[in-house]
Structure formats: C-alpha cells, structure tokens
C-alpha cells in the first residue's frame, strides 16, 4: 500500500523541481537564521538570493557530527527555544550524543514518513503493532510510535528490553507487527523457540527493523522464528530518526526507498568527498527538505552504503543498499581496510553458522590482530551430540566437522577480505545479545592497552 501515492510515484523531474524549490527555501531560511549555516555560505561563496538548487549545493562543505558537538545543545537551532516541540538525543553510539529539536510541523513530517515507511512495510490500519523500539530521548521510539498512529495502527507502546513482558504481549495482545532492533528481533525469534512457544500462539506476520545494520542471514532467522516478513527501516537523528528511508515488504533485499522529497541524498567518496556514480558505495550525506527547527545540509552521516535508481514500478523515489557499516566502525588491520558486515557476510554464505558473532581487534606487541568469535548453528551441534549452549575449543579439536567449519570460515575470511583472523566457534547463546536497544558486535581493545 501506498500512504501518499502522489508524493511516493512522483515523476522524477517533478520529483527534482519540488526538491530545487524546497532546497533553495531551505537555504534562504538558514541564511537569515543561523550563524553556522551564514558563515559556511560566506565560505563557499554561496548567496542564497542567487543559490540555484540542487547544482549549487555540493559547493557547500559537509555538516559533521563535531559541528553538532561544537554547538551544543541548541546552537545549530533555527527557531527560539520556545517554539521547539520537543528534544532528542542521537543514541551515542559512537561518542556523545548529539541534541536535537523539532517543531511540531517537523513532527507532523516525522510522522507522515514514518507512516509512509510503516505502509510499505505492509502495515495497514486497524493492525495493532508492538513497539520495541526504546522510549525517550532516542528518536527510535516516540518516532515509530507516532508514525503508527498517524497510519491508524493500535499501538502497543512496550518499549525495548523486558523480553518476559513481551513474549507475553505478543501472545495476550496478538498484535501483526513488531518493531524492534534487529540484533532485539534476534532475541525474541530465540527466547519463542526456546521457551517452546507454539508458533500459533502469536500472530506476527511483519517485522520492520533498524537503528544498527543488519544481514540476510538476519533476516532469515527472524522471519523463521518469528513467522514474518522482515524489512528494512533506516534512520538518523540529526536529520530526523527513523523513516528516512524504508524497504517495501514486496521488495526485500532490493533496497530501502528515500523519501526524497524530504531528504536529500548524495553519495560521496569517504576520502575526497566528491561525489560517486550511481550504484557506488561510498558515505552518504543528506540535506534536509523541510525541516523548520534544525534543518541540516550535506550532514556526512559516516554510514556506508550506495543509491540507484533503476529497481521498480511501484515508486519513483531512489534506493539505498543496506548500511555496509558506519565510517567510525572501520577497522584498520595492518594497512587492510574491513567492516565487521564483511564478516556477517561471509557468514551468511555458510550453512552451519548462526547469525550471532563478534569482532575483536587486539594488539600483541605492534601487531594489531582479530578474531571472530560465532556461534555454532544448533542443529549442528545436536546433531553432534554436544551440550549447544558450552562449546569449548576441545569439542571443536575432537570433531571433524567443527575443525572444517573453522577451517572453511577462515579461509573465506582470508580469500574475501585478505586478512587472517583467528575463528572462535561458540556455543548457542554464549555472545552477548541486544538488550532491547542497539548491540555492539565490534570491540576495538587496541586503545585500551
Ligand atoms: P547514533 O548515531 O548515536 O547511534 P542514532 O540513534 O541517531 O544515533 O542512530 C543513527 C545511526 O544508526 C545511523 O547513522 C546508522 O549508522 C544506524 N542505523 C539506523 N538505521 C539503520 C539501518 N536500518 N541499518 C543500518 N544502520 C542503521
């Protein structure tokens, strides 16, 4: 279902008119509001009274988180404090937090993507959802919240964690959709199955997951355990939350829609900044359309991932891929540039993998190293005759398969990504799980020594 099938089948040269004219509002409007945006014009030699769109903005310089954190709290704000309808936090997840406000048009915006994103989702109103997406200063919550109502959805405001009090919901309440993180998603799909809860005593029938990236082999273990159809919700603080962009339920795996006619994307070379052709990865950078409170130009969002047009009949808008990873969570391991999703990658392609596993990056001497620690897939490990839950390295010794899987693992790793790491396999539940919020599946303990 489409929610505004006129804004989401836009024609693209209308598509492009609406996006010039709202681009040059926007620079207008900050040009006589805020003295951030009033210098980097100077800068860039922009006047916006001759600031022709579109082909003008990539003479602009990025918009970095350190340029949130230099302004803090409410520096980069375009209205008085008293017409901001309410404040969020990004989650911090790589380093403080950044502060962000809206006004209550902005929300009505917040809530029409959202709603947008909920309906290609496959949601459609009077379907109850439940909301596992934190509540409070992270935009995850209150923004898919919102967003729900404002597409006639019931909601069930549960927020993230209490998996008890969850399980218990889905089973009470019945609801069809969940929202959750995925690595969260992951819990639920486990804790049903181990807990033996008959799949019929729920009723989910659609997932949409976000805040943190998330792999095929992901996908596939929520949508088996939880008997649903997963997709992709993508989103940021500091140009909205979640809703930017969001993958159609009948589409899956071929990216997620922008809704373009509020943000703008590029997508540019994480090194020279220009921009890349399309279909390439490289950092994308949105400008805001309409925003009124904190519109943001060119914000360097540090998350990897490529834009293209030609995928579908169903709407105009353009396409992300899925994130590859942000800038921040690159590791550099003797000159090699990876992201840990090369890794769930490789996982993915391999049958008795689970999903769940972690990178950790050490130092020995001057030698930086890294092993992969994953769980073993149950059915394997019952097959085998071993206690899934306590694999130990000796288990691995004593057992053919094991050895072959570690082998096989590592070998891919080494041929893909042209680095030896040592492999771990564990035992079911033996690496840490989503608590309800985002989980960290990288730990860099270089720094620290
Ligand atoms: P923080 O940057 O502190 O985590 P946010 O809560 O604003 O704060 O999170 C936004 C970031 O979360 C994005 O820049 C991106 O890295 C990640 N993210 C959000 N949605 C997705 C998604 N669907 N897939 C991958 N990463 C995502």
């Given at each position: ?76 704000f ?102 959750a ?24 029938k ?42 159609d339920v009948d ?30 990865l ?108 306590a ?38 539940g ?20």
């Amino acid at each position: 279902m489409l929610f505004q099938p006129d804004i989401e089948r836009l024609p693209l040269p209308q598509l492009r008119a609406l996006q010039n004219a709202r681009l040059k509002e926007q620079v207008a409007y900050l040009a006589a509001r805020v003295p951030f945006y009033q210098r980097r014009f100077a800068e860039a030699g922009i006047d916006p009274a001759t600031f022709r769109g579109l082909e003008d903005l990539t003479r602009l310089g990025f918009t970095r988180k350190a340029d949130f954190r230099d302004n803090y709290p409410f520096g980069l704000f375009a209205v008085p404090e008293a017409e901001v309808a309410r404040l969020h936090c990004s989650s911090g997840t790589t380093g403080k937090a950044t502060v962000v406000g809206y006004t209550a048009g902005d929300l009505a915006i917040f809530s029409e993507v959202v709603a947008r994103s909920l309906a290609a989702a496959g949601c459609r109103p009077g379907m109850k959802v439940q909301n596992a997406y934190g509540y409070g200063l992270f935009t995850g919550g209150l923004g898919l919240h919102y967003g729900a109502e404002r597409l006639g959805l019931t909601v069930i405001p549960v927020s993230g964690g209490s998996t008890d009090r969850q399980l218990q919901l889905l089973q009470d309440f019945r609801p069809e959709i969940i929202c959750a993180t995925p690595s969260y998603a992951q819990v639920l799909a486990e804790e049903l199955h181990r807990r033996g809860i008959a799949p019929e005593a729920i009723n989910l029938k659609l997932a949409v997951l976000g805040a943190e990236p998330w792999s095929e082999a992901i996908r596939t273990q929520v949508q088996d355990g939880l008997r649903v159809a997963a997709t992709n919700i993508y989103g940021l603080s500091e140009i909205l939350g979640p809703g930017i962009s969001q993958e159609d339920v009948d589409e899956r795996g071929t990216g997620s829609y922008i809704w373009e006619d509020h943000f703008y994307p590029e997508v540019v070379d994480k090194d020279t900044g220009e921009p890349v052709a399309e279909g390439e990865l490289g950092v994308l950078v949105f400008s805001t359309l309409t925003k009124k409170a904190l519109p943001i130009l060119r914000y360097w969002t540090g998350d990897i991932t490529n834009i293209y047009y030609h995928h579908s009949v169903k709407r105009t808008h353009v396409k992300m891929g899925p994130i590859r990873g942000r800038a921040d969570d690159m590791l550099i391991i003797r000159g090699v540039n990876f992201f840990p999703t090369q890794v769930e990658d490789i996982i993915s392609g391999l049958a008795h993998l689970s999903p769940h596993y972690q990178v950790v990056a050490t130092r020995r001497g001057s030698l930086d190293e890294v092993e992969v620690n994953v769980e073993v897939a149950e059915p394997l490990l019952r097959e085998l005759g071993l206690a899934t839950t306590a694999l130990t390295a000796a288990h691995v010794a004593e057992h053919d398969c094991l050895r072959q899987l570690q082998g096989q693992f590592a070998k891919k790793i080494k041929d893909n990504i042209g680095l030896s790491m040592r492999v771990n396999l564990l035992g079911c539940g033996q690496l840490p799980r989503s608590e309800g919020g985002k989980l960290n599946r990288v730990r860099d303990l270089r720094e620290l020594k």
